[in-house]
Antibody, heavy 120, light 110 residues
């Protein structure tokens, strides 16, 4: 059974940093693209970042470029999102998702999410 | 303002057929496949339709997807109360080099 478990969310002040983690199990982690998708309170879904199987390709939504870094450790079956210079508008539930890049890109499995709140 | 456009709401009675539209452009739906996600409030999203019209294992065949040009549609037949949820379309965008979502459609089963 595929499982994705996020952790690391919490309350942080504007300008602060946070590192999210996603522990993957039930599949060969190193064989799949991985992603972060977020959802602000009461709002829709927003893709944040993708990373290729070996980490050689990374893509980000414009609003987080230069501030967020996606990374992975295939030996630990783990995905990360380093978030710096956080802003109030980054407040959201952050979901880890397993991706498939066929004809485009889709998120096949999702974690339960971790809440990040940016507030003073 | 979302890159993909969906109606904010849709509704139907049990047993009815409802459709949800998703409009995009040549850089996303027009050249890439469309995927649909279902999100019951308070839970994580779930893949409902992928590559335009494919259903993951476990998704009832009451759900179907289609695509034509720069638009796509999700159809739900034999509407059931448990179908009440938010539905999102999404696609890769070649210009933005990322995944774009529709704003979501809240489906109410009357």
């Amino acid at each position: 059974e595929v499982q994705l478990v996020e952790s690391g969310g919490g309350l942080v002040q504007p300008g602060g940093s946070l590192r999210l983690s996603c522990a993957a199990s039930g599949f060969t982690f190193s064989s799949f693209w991985m992603s972060w998708v977020r959802q602000a309170p009461g709002k829709g879904l927003e893709w944040v970042a993708n990373i290729k199987q070996d980490g050689s390709e990374k893509y980000y939504v414009d609003s987080v470029k230069g501030r967020f870094t996606i990374s992975r450790d295939n030996a630990k079956n783990s995905l990360y999102l380093q978030m710096n210079s956080l802003r109030a508008e980054d407040t959201a539930v952050y979901y880890c998702a397993r991706g498939t890049a066929v004809g485009g890109y889709f998120f096949e499995y999702w974690g339960q999410g971790t809440l990040v709140t940016v507030s003073s | 303002q979302s890159v993909l456009t969906q109606p904010p709401s849709a509704s139907g009675t049990p047993g009815q057929r409802v459709t949800i539209s998703c409009s995009g452009s040549s850089s996303n739906i027009g050249s890439k496949t469309v995927n649909w996600y279902q999100q019951v409030p308070g839970t994580a999203p779930k893949l409902l339709i992928y590559i335009n019209n494919q259903r993951p294992s476990g998704v009832p065949d009451r759900f179907s997807g289609s695509k034509s040009g720069t638009s796509a549609s999700l159809a739900i037949s034999g509407l059931q109360s448990e179908d009440e949820a938010d539905y999102y379309c999404a696609a890769w965008d070649d210009s933005l080099k990322g995944v774009v979502f529709g704003g979501g459609t809240k489906l109410t089963v009357l």
